[in-house]
């Protein structure tokens, strides 16, 4: 138990040290590996531009076919946390305990998503239906 | 210029770009003064550094808790009293730091959107693709004449610029403030668990 944890730690100083370092692809495998350690930070950052680009590329979607009605607000914030889940905890499972919970988890860049994913529905709309 | 004129005019809601246009700017300005102000100096780069130092022993320190002697567990509670104290006092100070840049950065604020208010007063910028709920529609309806709730100012269009650009810049570039002074020196600071 302790080896593995003071393993952990020497994870961690090594990834501080090269965090200034290009992205390389051990880092693109690290994003999909469950046995890599995660620090909190890099976490939440990792789901805080999920949750950008699937803003991002819903609004676009939703404002091209388009799909209009507030209920389609609803159904982005259900698809969006529904990534974000399955993300950390399918894909990377992480013990969300660890990092504060799940609220915790799928609050991180919540809001800004939110808005980021009306802009892009609103302005494609707007410039390309009327 | 002159070939982008005729593609916007062919946009029958072109000013909407102009407003994201406007406030992207913005954003960039905003975050240019912050620099100038806070994150080139030499004092908060020293104080976000021990943000982050406590705040990751803190961590390491809570998680590490493995069934010890009694005398074992009273210093290490007040080692933990120690760094939560440290960590307080230095979220607190980079909360001063903020807040004057925080006073340049909201005239800047204020004055684009009087800019944009006398540019494009009870003018529809946009057209919403869903009926806002009232609280929302006196923000997206502001200064606009007319019952159809679909129209949408530009005060709605530069608050949701203002959110998602200024939000995502900061943190594309690295200026979003550690995890460990949000968390403590939040506007609502969680209650010491050990006093309840």
Known sequence: MKESKSAKLNQLQQQENHQNAHLSPSKLAKLFDPDASWDKDQLGDV??????????????????????????????????????????????????EDFGGH????????????TLFLLAWILVYSLAHF | ??????????????????????????????EAISWILIYRTSSYKSLKSSID????????????????????????????DRV????????RDLSLFKFKSGAVVALVLFVVFG??????????????????????????????????STDCSMAFLYLLCSISIRTNLQKFLGFSPPRGA???GGLFPMPDPKTN
């Not at chain 2, 057209?127 to 004449?145: N, Y």
């Open chain 1, 47 to 96: 789901l805080h531009w999920i949750r950008q680009v699937v803003g991002l590329i819903s609004g676009l979607l939703w404002g091209s076919i388009p799909l209009v009605g507030g209920i389609w607000i609803i159904l982005f914030l259900a698809i969006s946390s529904g990534i974000v889940y399955g993300y950390y905890a399918m894909i990377l499972k992480v013990d969300e």
């Open chain 1, 103 to 114: 609220a915790a988890l799928l609050q991180e860049g919540l809001f800004a998503s939110l």
């Open chain 2, 1 to 30: 210029m002159a070939t982008a004129i005729p593609l916007f005019a062919s946009f029958k809601y072109a000013d909407s770009l102009t407003v994201v246009g406007i406030s992207f700017c913005t954003a960039l300005v905003c």
């Open chain 2, 53 to 80: 130092k406590a705040s990751k022993k803190l961590e390491t320190m809570k998680t590490d808790n493995p069934s010890s002697k009694l005398t074992n567990k009273k210093s290490k509670t007040k080692k933990i």
């Open chain 2, 84 to 91: 939560e104290s440290s960590l307080k006092e230095s979220s």
């Open chain 2, 115 to 148: 800019l944009l208010n006398s540019l494009f007063e009870g003018k529809v910028v946009a057209k919403l693709p869903f009926h806002p709920i009232t609280i929302v529609r006196k923000m997206s309806h502001r200064g606009l004449k007319g019952d159809d």
């Open chain 2, 182 to 184: 949000a968390g403590a």
